[in-house]
């Protein structure tokens, strides 16, 4: 083996002599030039960043039905089910600390539902929690430490700047082994369609990265974070080299919402839905490539509208940097920042133009004027409210969308036995259009011999017909 590194070096350094180009040096990224190069260890790297990650562990508690329950000699001999049971449900993650004074960033997915929240840092000391801020559509959310001690953190870095190809380090603690550091190499960037929520632009690493690894740190070669370890793909459960970090950038914006006391983490509101480009519409415009947002629809009104943004059109990119996609054209504003100006580069038929895009919050351009339907209406037990622009994106609808929506249905109830499901839009009564809450109520208290019920959900129509 010492022989083989001889070599190795050797022919690496004559190679350099004869054409010193070979190094590639670009931002001060260079090819091992020496033996003593290729003996270089992350060990310093790990003792500057590990301290910072830490485990999460979650606890909560679940209804368990009792194994009696449904069997129907019981049910006859006792004349009643037997009671649900009480059950603990455990989960684990990793988190990363990014203030001294305690605030943890990790998934969502790692709290969930959890009753009971606690940490341990590296030296195995371990805290309550609580908390800050939680976001499913991001899957990230912060925690506090309970605690005044002024704990290490990890520096966050601007993951803009992380290329394909570039050394990282994944930190966290997977199948609760304890803390692990793996190694590996930047795989790609911007991917999306990697999970089931409406965020879609992650770091993708061959970093090993396991369940239990999920909130973990994933670092550069500064020791900085430029990533949260969310998902991975496989087969097996296991890794299979492909794993998927959320950009430290977004991290940030989220941390500085936690930071500031919001409730909720809200993205900049461009009233348009968005479209891939095919090849079609690449060729149609004069695109080199099918990338970037197809604008689809706009609101009247909105701020695509208002900065001359029209159906057909294409933003290939923001302040400068490419989009690649509509969840990329998401993460770009979101991470420029509300109450900024985004400058956006569209293609049109008739060639490239720029225009500036203001990145403020959804409007709520109607009162929610939430309800509960009561009565003896297949309808009681619905709390609806009237849908606008900020309450679609509190529900991840589309922004675009009107009229009156569920927000929760009550269990046990009728609308609940009929079927009735969270983020239904009520469209039409017996033919009539539902268009507010009072509406509905009103239409409610007719009482007729059928009901004739056509929603939407899931950007699917749906009609039913109830007595």
Not at 176 to 202: E, H, K, M, P, Y
Not at 253 to 278: I, Q
Not at 312 to 341: C, F, M, S, W
């Amino acid at each position: 083996m010492p022989s083989l590194l001889k070599h190795i070096s050797v022919g690496l350094f004559a190679l350099a002599v004869i054409c010193p180009a070979v190094s590639y040096a670009q931002d001060g990224k260079t090819l091992p030039q020496s033996r003593q190069e290729m003996q270089l260890s992350f060990a310093p790297l790990v003792k500057q960043t590990a301290g910072a990650v830490v485990n999460v562990y979650a606890e909560r508690l679940v209804q368990r039905p009792s194994t009696l329950t449904g069997d129907p000699f019981f049910d006859q001999f006792f004349g009643q089910r037997m009671p649900n049971r009480s059950e603990k449900q455990s989960s684990l993650g990793s988190g990363v600390i990014l203030s001294h004074n305690g605030l943890v960033v990790t998934n969502n997915h790692v709290i969930q539902g959890a009753d009971d929240i606690k940490i341990a840092l590296a030296d195995g000391r371990e805290f309550p929690c609580e908390l800050v801020l939680k976001d499913e559509s991001v899957d990230l959310a912060v925690l506090r430490i309970k605690s005044k001690e002024n704990f290490p953190v990890l520096a966050i870095g601007d993951s803009d700047r992380t290329e394909v190809g570039d050394l990282v380090l994944a930190i966290g603690n997977p199948f609760g082994v304890g803390q692990t550091v793996t190694s590996g190499i930047v795989s790609a960037l911007a991917r999306n369609q990697v999970s089931s929520g409406d965020f879609g632009f992650f770091i993708q690493t061959d970093a090993s990265i396991n369940p239990g690894n999920s909130g973990g740190a994933l670092t550069n070669m500064n020791g900085e974070l430029i990533g949260i370890n969310t998902a991975i793909f496989s087969r097996g459960g296991g890794s299979n080299g492909v794993g998927f970090a959320i950009p430290a950038n977004l991290v940030k914006a989220f941390l500085v919402a936690a930071e500031e006391g919001k409730t909720t983490f809200e993205r900049p509101y461009v009233g348009a839905t968005f479209d891939a480009v095919t090849s079609d519409v690449a060729e149609a415009l004069g695109l080199k490539a099918a990338r970037g947002a197809l604008v689809v629809r706009t609101v009247e009104g909105g701020p695509a509208d208002k900065a001359g943004l029209k159906p057909g059109e294409v933003i290939t990119a923001v302040n400068g940097v490419a989009v690649e996609h509509p969840d990329a054209l998401g993460y770009r504003l979101t991470t420029a920042g509300l109450g900024k100006q985004a400058d956006l580069t569209v293609q049109t038929s008739d060639g490239q133009r720029q225009m500036k895009l203001l990145l403020n919050t959804a409007p709520e351009t109607t009162p929610r004027d939430e309800r509960l339907m009561e009565g003896r209406s297949p309808f009681a037990g619905l709390h609806v409210a009237n849908l606008s622009p900020k309450l679609a994106t509190e529900l991840h609808l589309a922004t675009d969308k009107t009229g009156v929506v569920v927000t929760d249905v009550t269990r046990g109830s009728p609308s609940a036995r009929l079927g009735f499901q969270p983020n239904d839009i009520i469209v039409s009564i017996n033919g009539s259009t539902v268009n507010t809450t009072k509406t509905l109520e009103t239409m409610l208290g007719e009482d007729p011999s059928f009901w004739r019920v056509e929603i939407e959900r899931g950007g699917q129509r749906i009609r039913q017909f109830f007595r």
